[in-house]
Each structure stands twice: as structure tokens, then as C-alpha cells.
């Protein structure tokens, strides 16, 4: 009796031996996932962080870029200059989009849907380290503008949008529910009647600074119309703005200078500012906003500026090249030629696939080849009743981009943008 109670008890752990040792490790490996799936929750918020390091990562699950499209399209053919798939991309009419276009813009805006679309992590802890804040100023084209936000969102930006005056209504709205999907992007509570050649072209810059003044993690403003495109991501972006150092990039010549535009100001500039031409479209620092917004000689000079003619090629301009003023990251006086990285704009000085209206090339689709291997930070500027081909591969192509960033694809080439003239200057 003894004996068969000792084996009945050896054959009792036995079997307890197997099941410990055929569950056990599925139980590890159960817990294991679990609390993996917990920590990359954690992560993709944002609230989990073991280590400090810029090339940390956050969770992000990239989907396959979707586009309803009525004819195929390779945009790789596209970007390596292929002349058949070009014919096939011009084929592709806006009337095909329309209608497209038409019910975006009448429907609600479901955010949640929406956001399946952005990008909504901050992606790297660099990225997130380095806020960016970016006016937008825009008139019309709901489906370009709303494709511009989403290539350039990120939840650590700002975003202020202006819209002119004259918009439509219902262009309007759908721009106000955008907003309200985002808590960093906002429209301006007034709204300008944009005029070309007239102060109004500056202020809605300036409504979008003030307002963006109040986000106080910013590093630097970006100001942008609704018919650009970046050409770099984001991750890119904050690499190239680390190397600026907080230099300003402004455009700046006396010897390009329209003179005959200030004849009507009735006397010089205040405070011996010596003015000068550049573009409206400026890469600054949180400085120059804050003199511009704050310092009564900025005040005096746009009223100045105020009494000419194109004053916005003249304001931000003037202020980054006297130095005297004393604005941080602003030059050294005007240095001809100045060489400006913050937009790709075609004059004429390349040859134009696109159309060219009212001197500016408009891109199309046998642009893309260039568009692709340009250094600047965005291009401008896009139709997109125009050959919208074009506007689906750059989008495509910033996508992929962003993506191959991520997952450590690509190498970011800083020779470029540290021999920039500006920054020497």
C-alpha cells in the first residue's frame, strides 16, 4: 500500500513536471507581449522615456499611402524622367478631380478619420525637442491647402492659418474644422483683405506672430502660402535649422533694390536703417518675431514700409540686414548675391516643364526630376488645377522620405546647408 502511494505520488509530480514545462514558457512569452504592447502604448504617447538621446524613437506604425486615383501612375517614373509615364501623368485632368475636390469640401470633417491621414507622433525625440511654428497664408484650394497641413504636421508644431477675407465661406468652415481637430492648429481670429503691393500682404504675418508668440517651446517661425510644398521632411527640417545656430534666413539685396517703390514714404527710414528688397518668405528665429513684434523701431519702420510700394519685400528684409539694430541671427549688412534656402522658386533661371505665370514657373510633372534633388526647405509653387499629378508624387515622395527617415534609411548630408552663405555672414 506504501509502495503505490510513493509511485502514485512520483507519477503526480511527473505530470506536473511536463505541464510546468510544455505552459510555462507560453505563459513568459504571454506576459512578454502584453507588456511590450503596454510600453509601445506608452511610448507612442509620449509618456514612457529610459533614455535621452536625439535619435530616439517613438513607436509609429507607417500605413500604406493611399490615393484614389482614375489612371495609375508611377511616380518613381516620374522623379527619374521617364517621357511615357509623363504623357500618361498629364492625361490625368483637374476636371477628373473635381468632383473629388467638390465633396471634400462639402462634407463634414469626421477627426478622427482625419487624423488616420497625419502623422501624429512627434516621431524622434529629436523632432519633438524642436517645435516649429509656421503661418499659412491661403485663399482658396481647400484640397491643396489641407494636403500642405498634413505633409508638414507634427503635434509638437504650431500652426496658424489665415485666411483672406475674400474666401469662400465654405472654404471657410472646413478650415475652421480642421482646426478644431488639432490643439496646435488655430485660425486667426481676424481675417485681412490681402491686397498685392499693399501693407495688407504683411499682416496677416503679423496676426499669425502674435498669436504664435504665446507658444513659448518654439525654436523657429516659418511662414508659408497654400500653394508651396516642403521638400524636406521634418526630421530634416529640425537638422538643418540645429546648423542655422540661430541664423535668420532672410533675403537681402540693395543692388536688385526697386528704389522708385519708397518715393512716396516722405522722408528716410527711422533709426539709419538703410532698406533694402528680399522675399516675404523668411526662416527666423524667436528673436527676430520678438523685435519685429515688440521693439518700437520695427513699429516705426512698418509704418514706413507702410507708405510704399510692396512693402513686404522690403520690411523683413531691411530689419535681418542692419545689423546695427543689434536683431540676433541677423547678417552682417547686405552681402550680394544672397543665396536663400527657404524656398525653391523658379524666375526663369531654369528651364520651366510646368507653365510659367506672371514670371514664376507653376510646376508640373517634368518638374519632379528637379524638384527631387533640390536642397531648400519647401518649393513654391503649385496649381493644383495644374497637372495634379505633380502634387500627388511630391507628396509621395515626402512620405517615403519621412518614412525612410524613421527607420534609419537615409542619411542626411549636412556639407550642404553648412556652407550656406548666409551662415558665414
Given at each position: 500500500m506504501m509502495l503505490k502511494r510513493k509511485l502514485s505520488f512520483r507519477v503526480y509530480c511527473l505530470v506536473v513536471m511536463i505541464v510546468l514545462s510544455t505552459f510555462l514558457p507560453l505563459l513568459k512569452l504571454h506576459l512578454r507581449i502584453d507588456i511590450n504592447s503596454v510600453t509601445s502604448k506608452v511610448l507612442l504617447e509620449g509618456k514612457h522615456d529610459s533614455r535621452k538621446h536625439d535619435d530616439e524613437q517613438f513607436l509609429f506604425q507607417f500605413s500604406d499611402l493611399q490615393r484614389p486615383r482614375s489612371i495609375q501612375i508611377s511616380c518613381p517614373l516620374l522623379f527619374a524622367g521617364n517621357a511615357t509615364e509623363q504623357k500618361r501623368a498629364m492625361s490625368v485632368k483637374w476636371q477628373q478631380r473635381s468632383q473629388q475636390n467638390n465633396t471634400d469640401q462639402s462634407q463634414s470633417i469626421n477627426c478622427t478619420l482625419l487624423k488616420k491621414n497625419y502623422i501624429t507622433?512627434?516621431?524622434?525625440?529629436?523632432?519633438?525637442?524642436?517645435?516649429?511654428?509656421?503661418?499659412?497664408?491661403?485663399?482658396?484650394?481647400?484640397?491643396?491647402?489641407?494636403?500642405?497641413?498634413?505633409?508638414?504636421?507634427?503635434?509638437?508644431?504650431?500652426?496658424?492659418?489665415?485666411?483672406?477675407?475674400?474666401?469662400?465661406?465654405?472654404?471657410?468652415?472646413?478650415?475652421?474644422?480642421?482646426?478644431?481637430?488639432?490643439?496646435?492648429?488655430?485660425?486667426?481670429?481676424?481675417?485681412?483683405?490681402?491686397?498685392?503691393?499693399?501693407?495688407?500682404?504683411?499682416?496677416?504675418?503679423?496676426?499669425?506672430?502674435?498669436?504664435?508668440?504665446?507658444?513659448?517651446?518654439?525654436?523657429?517661425?516659418?511662414?508659408?502660402?497654400?500653394?508651396?510644398?516642403?521638400?524636406?521632411?521634418?526630421?530634416?527640417?529640425?537638422?538643418?535649422?540645429?546648423?542655422?545656430?540661430?541664423?535668420?534666413?532672410?533675403?537681402?539685396?540693395?543692388?536688385?533694390?526697386?528704389?522708385?517703390?519708397?518715393?512716396?514714404?516722405?522722408?528716410?527710414?527711422?533709426?539709419?536703417?538703410?532698406?533694402?528688397?528680399?522675399?516675404?518668405?523668411?526662416?527666423?528665429?524667436r528673436h527676430f518675431v520678438d523685435y519685429v513684434l515688440h521693439n518700437q523701431t520695427a513699429r516705426d519702420f512698418l509704418d514706413w514700409c507702410g507708405k510704399t510700394w510692396v512693402p513686404d519685400e522690403t520690411f523683413f528684409a531691411s530689419l535681418n540686414h542692419n545689423p546695427h539694430l543689434g536683431i540676433q541671427g541677423s547678417a552682417d549688412g547686405f552681402v550680394e548675391p544672397y543665396i536663400m534656402n527657404s524656398r525653391f522658386k523658379n524666375w526663369g533661371n531654369l528651364h520651366c516643364a510646368g507653365k510659367v505665370v506672371r514670371q514664376i514657373c507653376i510646376f508640373g510633372v517634368g518638374d519632379l526630376p528637379v524638384l527631387s534633388r533640390r536642397y531648400e526647405l519647401f518649393a513654391n509653387k503649385f496649381y493644383w488645377d495644374f497637372q495634379p499629378v505633380t502634387l500627388d508624387c511630391m507628396e509621395e515622395l515626402l512620405y517615403n522620405r519621412t518614412r525612410d527617415d524613421y527607420h534609419n534609411k537615409r542619411t542626411f548630408d549636412a556639407a550642404v546647408y553648412k556652407n550656406l552663405s548666409f551662415l558665414k555672414h
Open positions: 507622433s512627434p516621431l524622434t525625440r529629436e523632432e519633438q525637442n524642436f517645435p516649429i511654428a509656421y503661418s499659412m497664408l491661403v485663399f482658396k484650394d481647400f484640397v491643396q491647402v489641407e494636403r500642405l497641413l498634413r505633409a508638414i504636421y507634427r503635434p509638437q508644431n504650431f500652426y496658424c492659418i489665415h485666411i483672406d477675407i475674400k474666401s469662400d465661406n465654405k472654404f471657410r468652415q472646413k478650415l475652421l474644422q480642421i482646426a478644431k481637430c488639432f490643439e496646435n492648429v488655430f485660425v486667426t481670429r481676424k481675417s485681412v483683405d490681402v491686397r498685392w503691393g499693399t501693407l495688407t500682404v504683411l499682416e496677416p504675418e503679423l496676426l499669425c506672430m502674435e498669436e504664435l508668440w504665446n507658444y513659448s517651446t518654439w525654436k523657429y517661425f516659418i511662414n508659408l502660402t497654400g500653394q508651396e510644398f516642403p521638400l524636406r521632411t521634418n526630421a530634416e527640417l529640425v537638422k538643418i535649422l540645429k546648423l542655422y545656430n540661430g541664423t535668420n534666413d532672410v533675403s537681402g539685396t540693395i543692388r536688385r533694390a526697386n528704389k522708385q517703390r519708397w518715393a512716396n514714404a516722405g522722408g528716410d527710414p527711422p533709426a539709419g536703417i538703410i532698406p533694402g528688397k528680399g522675399s516675404v518668405h523668411i526662416t527666423v528665429n
